[in-house]
Structures are given as C-alpha cells and as structure tokens.
DNA sequence: CGATTCATTGAGAGGCTTCAATCAGCGTGG
DNA sequence: CCACGCTGATTGAAGCCTCTCAATGAATCG
C-alpha cells in the first residue's frame, strides 16, 4: 500500500534541488540519525496548543494537519507525504494537530537541536527558508481554492497536485493511491463527504477519472489528465498531457 | 483620515514586545534609515511573478496583497498596516502583488541587504521567525475563515480582527476606521460586494454595529463587542468586552 | 446639477449542505 | 460458508445561503 508516498521518497519538493552538496548540507539529512517513532493509523503525533518541543521528519506514511474549531468540526490544513519536515511554524506551541492518516514512521529532533543545526550551518539556512516559503505558498493557494473555487475545480485541484506530488519529475502517473478518505478529502477542500462523493461521481461521468472498485475506492485513475487541469481551474499553469491518446471512455457531460 | 492606522504604528504585533533591547535588535529598526518611496492609492508597490528584489517595511496607509486568478478574479490574502513587513516570501519572484489602498508610504530595502542584516545579526532571527510565524498562523485562520464560516461569521471575524490590531494593549476601541472599500472585504472574505453589504445590514439591524453616514461608510462604530465575538464563532478566545453596558439601541434580530 | 463612483437593496437562480437512506467491502462468529 | 454487523462511500430530496443580475440610493467632484 501506499505506492505513491514510497515513491515520492526520494525527490519531490523544490528544495530537493539543493541536496546535491555533499555532507549535512541537505535539510533532511540532518534527521538521518535520530530516533524513529512509530505512529499507529489515526494516533496523534502532537496537538495544538501543546508545547512545541519537537521537529518532525516523516519517514513513511501520510499524516493529516488539521485544526478543531469551536463547534467540533476539522478544518485541515495540509497533508504530510515521507520527507516532509513538521513543526516548524516558530512559537511557544504548536498551531495546529498532527495525526497519522494510516501507519506512519517519523524522526523527531527537539527544537533547540534544531534551531542550532540551521544557525550553525548557514548553507541550510536558505533551504530552511524555502521550506517555510514552499508553505506559505501553499497556504496561498490554498486560499485562492478555499475563496474561489467550486467543488469540481477543489477537487481537479486535489488530485492534480497529488499527482504532480507523486510523480517523478518527467514521468507521467495515470494512478494515484489516496492515502486519505473522504472525509480527510472534505475537511481539507472546505466541502462535505457528501459533496465529495456527488463529485467524483460527476469526474466519472465525464470520463474525466475512474475509481477503482476495489477496498475503499482510494485507487483514482485519471483517465483525462488535460480536461482534469482544464476543469480545476487553475489557467494555464500545466504542462499539458497527452490526453486524446487515451482510450476515451467517457459519458459526455 | 486613517485614525486607526496612524495608532498602529507603535505598537501592534507581538514581535513588537522584543523590541526592548537596545540599537539594531529590532527588525524594524533595520529599515529606519531606509529610503522612503510615495505610492498613490491604488498604486502598485509590486506585481506578483515580478523578480523579487526588495523587501519593505509599511509607513503609513494601508495595502492590500493579492493574486489575480485566470478568470480574472481577485483574491486577497491580506492587508498591510504601518510597521508591516512585505516581500520576506523567499524565492525569485514575489508569490503576490501588492498595491497602496489610499495613499501610502514604504521604506525598501533590498534582498541581499536584508538578508544580511538578519543573518549579520543573530538576535534579529528569532524576530524574523516570528514574523514568518505570525504570517503562517495568520494564512491558517483564514483558511479556517474560508473554509468553515458563514458570510456573518467571517464579516465580524473580520472586523474583530482589525478592531484588535488597531487598538493598544488594553484599550478597548468600539470604534474602527476601514481604509478599504467593500470589494476589498469580499474580496478578502471570499464573499461578493452584495452578500458583503447584506451582512453589514443585519448586522446593524441586530444591533452589533453601526455605520457613520458619511463619506463612504467606513467608519464602523462596535456597539456590541461581545456578541459581535460570539458571532465570530470563534470559540471563547475573547476577552469578554463589558457589552451591557453600552447605550444598547438595537432593533433585535 | 449631472456624472461618476461606491454602497445598498431586491428578485431569482444555483450550488452546496443537511438529513436520511442505501450500497459495498470486509471482518467476525455461528 | 454464510449471515450479520460495522465502517465508509454513494445517492436522493429538500432547504438554505450565497451568487448573479439589475435597479436604486448616497456622496463627491467637476
């Protein structure tokens, strides 16, 4: 399971880009050697508000970011893939709950340690810095899709940058393994389960995607890669597939 | 005009309270002998995807930072009061545009000077990590805002927001001056110009607020602090204002 | 005083939510 | 092995909130 989070390992992430200097001087390698903690699926690696004491790395697994707010309801802020850092956001404590989505490994470094690992080597300072501005990015896009974007573009958005997240930079998947259910999915692009649901069902019809019968319906194929970046809406920001090659199967809209 | 920004410039952000040591410890401080460049209102001071040279500190005036989205579209993702610091979002270019509200005044500074400045002087980092801290927790209450609340619940999310950023340590302001325009709020809000106004109705029929008649309706007076909380739908993260004892001329709901 | 700009108000439509029922896998125990 | 129950996903119907389109109101400026 989890084809997706082990693959993107490796290189993922822009700041990757830096890890060709040799020695310590790649963000992630600076947790290579501390303790690892298992987290079973659904348990709680830190909570809001807790003290913050600690910097996270993960290893393998998926972990959702979330906040509670006052009536009870989720709001989750972002997903965590293997090589993600956690914990950062500077502060006494932590501005929001971490939890494994299924079974996940991290490795842990305590703030201070941390804090000296990136002022004593300046060469990790600016990959630090791009760490942060890869997440304040990403909360701006975020942003954008929470204000303006309606269920189908949240969704194309959803699976389109899961996609690039997972793929290796040239390589095209068609497949993706949703690591999170639906709920996670709602929670995350401000709509219902429901909503959720009635949405893929539509992307279905269209032939835009199909869901693999199978377990929980987490294998989602993307059977349009082209019509999907059109229909979430994001300009034209894609590098655009080869989609008419495909054997179409659609339904029309 | 601007009676509310013009108060904010002491003191209004928490890093402010490291401000207590002596010479250059202050990241403010790092632009005092700056150049002072003049933006017209409604003028840009940069445009998103522009090469990121400068950063600068806010004067006076207010402005408003945003994307403009493929359809045209605004979102804003904030605005920017006198002692603000804009342009740290690492990286080439600049994640957004920015642009003066009314007629507004920045120091600038460029890249490389700044961050020498702060990598020179290690008793500025933690400073400027709060400021990124800051910038994070306040990009996730928005989210949050986007995500969950209702057109009421985000306009006096809002508004509390602002009344707190304007208003000193203790001092309970019922009385808030908004430099920019309705479109502005919706545009923050993720609300339309209408559903934006219609708010301020209710809420003005409730009793909650009211608006000063003149010019063009931007002086907000808060004659129900604390309901006006309640309905932030915040959770009891407010200091409860003393409500009752207001001349309480509301029209119930 | 008309023109302009910004804010407000109204009516209708549409999208998402809510509440509820049904479906589909999967594990368990008889 | 199959019935049962459990969990998560899907589907349906109705209602509400917000958006859209359009008109009106209020204040400023030439």
Redesign the interface.
Known sequence: MHTASERSVPTHRTFTSLAGVSGETCLREVFGKQPVRQLGAGKPLFVEGEEATHVFQVGQGTLRVF?I???G?R?I?GFLYPGDIIGL???QRY??SAEAISTATVREMTRPEFDSAV?DN?RL??EF??L??D???A??D???L???KNAEERICSFLLKFLKRCSLPGERRRQIELPMCRQDIA?YL?LTIETVSRTFTRLINKGVVSIENGALRHTIMIERPTLMAKLA????EVDSWDDQSMTGHHAGH
Not at 233 to 236: H, L, Q, T, Y
Request: charged fraction near 15%.
């Open positions: 906040k707010i006052s009536d309801r709001v802020t956001s500077v502060g501005l929001y002022t300046p300072q600016p810095f791009a942060v501005s997440e304040m990015a909360a701006q975020q942003m954008v929470l204000s303006c929670d401000g809406g994001d300009g034209n």
